[in-house]
């Protein structure tokens, strides 16, 4: 599918297909509004999704609670969509949402629209262009993008149309970040150490929650960011040095380890902050009920707040530096051997790729899927055949 066609396609059945329960067209930006305070109606969201995503075993059953389980939102999945088929099946068999048969045919029928496919990022903005250009709210899964064009792209397309926009780590909306921000004003931190356990996963699809754990924590004013490691596809081990921008105490540095802090093995994330030596650490544990509510819920419930209010939690600027902070933690290892790099000097149409094959029934990739509806896209790390999950 050509990208005119499917301007084509999402033109026409943006022009004729309008949500009963929409607002009208001069706060096109809340497609979605309560009859009353003691309505039960829920916020009807599509997802775009791959198996490299939350989707299916954590956000689907938290938005479409299978039976026995409680209600913890008020946003239901009713459409859903994915390169492939049997992705979508089985979405649509745990969760009943409805399959549609491309990727724009959520379009003027749902309130707001998630992308969540690990293995599809080089094509996110692709797949977010339609229901940005509707105006629908928009929650693009981590790491949003890999270039900065890509991520001015939707942007702007979020600008001009009024389309509400997030892109987030769950980790940025944990209790602990307002325990930060509660104890020490952000324009007085003066350096910081943070870890980032991993997950037991590698710095491209796990590093940027330590990343972006410091950035809800300790502000933006990013100048220079560095990464430096062995081998960014193992588990932990690397480090990120960013650069801050004078906030009237002088430039200041920050250090983010891909690992757990020394004598806290418990901890998901944690920082110490100067001045003061603050130390905040985010403990695992509490089971599924416990990690819900302490770690997936915080951040959906900011996306249904975004969806239901037409908000912002961040600024467009704010999701361009925090996506700089990572493509240029890539940039360094990729391209300068660990050397620092100054975010206002990466080049725009410089791209990570896809550093992953994709793995469904038949061995099929799910890039070259990806590729025969958009064409391939362009990036440092090619894909290259593999006989197992991505290590």
């Not at 530096?321 to 290892?333: D, H, L, R």
Request: hydrophobic residues 35%.
């Amino acid at each position: 599918m050509s990208e005119n066609t499917t301007r084509r396609r999402f033109l026409k059945i943006g022009s004729s297909m309008v949500l009963v329960t929409s607002a009208s067209p001069t706060n096109a930006k809340v497609l979605f509004k309560r009859s009353s305070p003691a309505s039960k109606e829920l916020i009807e969201v599509g997802i775009i999704m791959g198996i490299g995503g939350h989707s299916d075993a954590i956000w689907g059953r938290l938005l479409n609670p299978p039976e026995g389980q409680m209600r913890r939102t008020g946003m239901v999945f009713t459409k859903v969509w994915s390169v492939d088929r049997e992705t979508a099946e089985l979405f649509n068999h745990h969760y009943g949402a409805e399959i549609v048969d491309n990727f724009d045919d959520m379009v003027g029928k749902v309130h707001g629209v998630f992308v969540d496919d690990l293995d599809a990022v080089a094509y996110n903005h692709k797949l977010a262009q339609p229901y940005l250009e509707a105006g629908i709210p928009t929650f693009v899964n981590r790491p949003f993008t890999d270039s900065m064009h890509k991520a001015h792209d939707m942007v702007e397309r979020s600008r001009k149309n009024d389309a509400p926009l997030m892109t987030a780590s769950s980790w940025e909306h944990l209790v602990e970040v307002n325990s930060v921000k509660r104890l020490i004003d952000q324009q007085d931190i003066t350096g910081y150490e943070a870890w980032n356990s991993c997950g037991g996963a590698d710095f491209y699809s796990h590093g940027l929650h330590g990343l972006w754990w410091a950035y809800a924590t300790v502000g933006g004013g990013i100048h220079a960011v560095s990464h430096q490691t062995e081998n960014w596809r193992a588990t932990c081990g690397g480090v990120t040095h960013v650069v801050y921008k004078d906030r009237g105490k002088g430039p200041f540095i920050g250090k983010i380890n891909e690992g757990q802090m020394p004598d806290e093995p418990s901890h998901g994330c944690a920082i110490n902050i100067q001045p003061g030596n603050l130390k905040i650490l985010k403990y695992g544990g509490g089971g599924s009920w416990g990690g819900d509510y302490f770690q997936w819920l915080p951040m959906i419930q900011r996306v249904q707040w975004m969806f239901e209010t037409g908000g912002m939690y961040q600024t467009h600027e704010e999701i361009l530096e925090k996506t700089a902070m990572f493509i240029s933690a890539f940039y360094s290892i990729l391209e300068l051997d660990g050397k620092m790099v100054e975010i206002d000097t990466l080049p725009g149409d410089w791209a990570i790729g896809s550093p992953y094959r994709g793995y469904i029934k038949k061995e099929r990739d799910m890039i070259d899927l990806y590729a025969q509806y958009f064409g391939r896209e362009k990036g440092k790390l090619i894909p290259v055949p593999i006989t197992g999950p991505p290590q």
